[in-house]
């Protein structure tokens, strides 16, 4: 089988989302049934694919996005989707707004490059896809719908762009793909399509999804980013759910009690970290508090490796990636108990309410100081390890392809 996956041009900014994109594209091709597999990017992430440019099952197109003509084509193809999408429900027939979206599909720059590939599915590894209504059916990852459980997070303009966006993600891809229940559980209930139309695939979180193989050491690491060896860490974006604000309150408590411990950040700072910045600057831990934004992942590895905890305090996550590679790293690592989480962790011993202030610095301050607190953590992770590393966790996604394969 001949598939198709799209890696999207803004992903390593995205985080998570890249790091999902690897972890599934590096699992696939281990599968016989994959003969090849046809990656659309930028020339920008295709700089990046390195470890896969040598491997006989990839083949990669780019589509320059910033040629003019095609960034022309792919801007009216999307206003004119987006128009079909926002007024159909009022238009008196569906198909002239069919006739439009299959318009917008015609001029799509993505239609030649996907069709002319010969392949059975495209999977979409994130949340929206560059084309649908195309001759080649359209799979994509669903992510979350998190602005139905935390709308305040989110304006106006936002919870419009992801209405749209969310209702041609899952009314006119051919399949969607969640990582958990819930997920899936949540587009059941606010859109109410078949539930054999979403497939829950488990990704592989047990196995590495960084490209590098090498981690930077801590001289290294001091050196370029001025940090002391003792400190939190919690590799996320700056989005509002991911509870940073909590966090530094929390890390104000801890140093008024006397306890030395920095607190270092990696991920993109959204413009929300304006907000973060601002109680930093107020509870005067700029010397102690580093948000070193998007880091190269060798250093992302020695961070890891160097932390004398991890905490994940997010108030929402579809799946935590730094929860998984604490826990495949050998780290000590606390998160919130809430979606996935606690499913992932399996012991109530090292989870806390992410609104919970008192109960945050308690588990952090036993992650640090207490020796069997940290014994049993590092227990527990080793067996969760153990337990995922069994899956064979490309036969999920193989078999959602082979749903569409007519080769």
Not at 20 to 48: F, H, M, P, W
Not at 302 to 326: I, R
């Given at each position: 089988?001949?598939?198709?996956?799209?890696?999207?041009?803004?992903?390593?900014?995205?985080?998570?989302?890249?790091?999902?994109?690897?972890?599934?594209?590096?699992?696939?091709?281990?599968?016989?049934?994959?003969?090849?597999?046809?990656?659309?990017?930028?020339?920008?992430?295709?700089?990046?694919?390195?470890?896969?440019?040598?491997?006989?099952?990839?083949?990669?197109?780019?589509?320059?996005?910033?040629?003019?003509?095609?960034?022309?084509?792919?801007?009216?193809?999307?206003?004119?989707?987006?128009?079909?999408?926002?007024?159909?429900?009022?238009?008196?027939?569906?198909?002239?707004?069919?006739?439009?979206?299959?318009?917008?599909?015609?001029?799509?720059?993505?239609?030649?490059?996907?069709?002319?590939?010969?392949?059975?599915?495209?999977?979409?590894?994130?949340?929206?896809?560059?084309?649908?209504?195309?001759?080649?059916?359209?799979?994509?990852?669903?992510?979350?719908?998190?602005?139905?459980?935390?709308?305040?997070?989110?304006?106006?303009?936002?919870?419009?762009?992801?209405?749209?966006?969310?209702?041609?993600?899952?009314?006119?891809?051919?399949?969607?793909?969640?990582?958990?229940?819930?997920?899936?559980?949540?587009?059941?209930?606010?859109?109410?399509?078949?539930?054999?139309?979403?497939?829950?695939?488990?990704?592989?979180?047990?196995?590495?999804?960084?490209?590098?193989?090498?981690?930077?050491?801590?001289?290294?690491?001091?050196?370029?980013?001025?940090?002391?060896?003792?400190?939190?860490?919690?590799?996320?974006?700056?989005?509002?759910?991911?509870?940073?604000?909590?966090?530094?309150?929390?890390?104000?408590?801890?140093?008024?009690?006397?306890?030395?411990?920095?607190?270092?950040?990696?991920?993109?700072?959204?413009?929300?970290?304006?907000?973060?910045?601002?109680?930093?600057?107020?509870?005067?831990?700029?010397?102690?508090?580093?948000?070193?934004?998007?880091?190269?992942?060798?250093?992302?590895?020695?961070?890891?490796?160097?932390?004398?905890?991890?905490?994940?305090?997010?108030?929402?996550?579809?799946?935590?990636?730094?929860?998984?590679?604490?826990?495949?790293?050998?780290?000590?690592v606390i998160c919130s108990n809430v979606t996935s989480l606690p499913e992932t962790m399996?012991?109530?011993?090292?989870?806390?309410?992410?609104?919970?202030?008192?109960?945050?610095?308690?588990?952090?301050?036993?992650?640090?100081?207490?020796?069997?607190?940290?014994?049993?953590?590092?227990?527990?992770?080793?067996?969760?390890?153990?337990?995922?590393?069994?899956?064979?966790?490309?036969?999920?996604?193989?078999?959602?392809?082979?749903?569409?394969?007519?080769?």
């Amino acid at each position: 089988m001949k598939v198709g996956y799209y890696i999207h041009h803004t992903a390593i900014s995205a985080g998570g989302i890249y790091t999902y994109s690897i972890g599934i594209l590096k699992q696939i091709i281990k599968a016989d049934e994959i003969k090849e597999v046809v990656v659309i990017t930028t020339k920008e992430i295709e700089n990046r694919l390195i470890e896969f440019q040598n491997n006989t099952k990839i083949k990669i197109r780019t589509v320059d996005r910033k040629k003019l003509s095609i960034k022309l084509r792919y801007s009216i193809a999307y206003f004119i989707y987006n128009l079909a999408v926002t007024f159909n429900k009022n238009a008196s027939s569906n198909k002239f707004w069919e006739i439009i979206k299959n318009f917008s599909t015609w001029i799509n720059p993505y239609k030649k490059v996907i069709e002319s590939e010969n392949i059975a599915v495209l999977h979409v590894p994130v949340q929206y896809s560059p084309i649908y209504k195309s001759r080649i059916p359209i799979i994509i990852t669903m992510h979350d719908l998190q602005e139905y459980h935390y709308p305040e997070f989110f304006s106006t303009q936002e919870k419009r762009h992801r209405k749209i966006n969310n209702s041609k993600a899952i009314f006119d891809s051919d399949h969607i793909i969640v990582s958990f229940k819930h997920v899936k559980n949540d587009i059941l209930k606010f859109f109410g399509v078949d539930k054999d139309k979403i497939s829950v695939c488990l990704p592989p979180f047990a196995e590495s999804w960084f490209l590098s193989k090498n981690e930077t050491g801590w001289d290294e690491l001091s050196k370029k980013y001025g940090l002391k060896k003792k400190y939190l860490l919690y590799p996320a974006a700056t989005w509002k759910h991911k509870n940073h604000i909590m966090l530094i309150r929390v890390l104000k408590s801890i140093k008024n009690e006397g306890i030395e411990i920095d607190l270092v950040c990696t991920g993109n700072k959204t413009n929300y970290f304006k907000n973060i910045n601002t109680l930093i600057e107020e509870f005067n831990l700029s010397e102690v508090v580093h948000f070193l934004g998007v880091v190269p992942e060798e250093d992302l590895i020695g961070l890891y490796k160097n932390t004398s905890l991890v905490v994940v305090p997010t108030l929402y996550e579809a799946g935590s990636g730094p929860l998984y590679e604490a826990m495949r790293y050998g780290v000590p690592v606390i998160c919130s108990n809430v979606t996935s989480l606690p499913e992932t962790m399996e012991n109530n011993e090292f989870l806390f309410d992410p609104n919970d202030k008192n109960k945050i610095k308690e588990k952090i301050i036993k992650g640090l100081s207490d020796k069997e607190f940290r014994r049993r953590n590092l227990e527990n992770s080793k067996k969760r390890m153990g337990i995922l590393n069994q899956s064979n966790y490309y036969n999920s996604f193989i078999n959602v392809y082979k749903q569409f394969n007519r080769n």
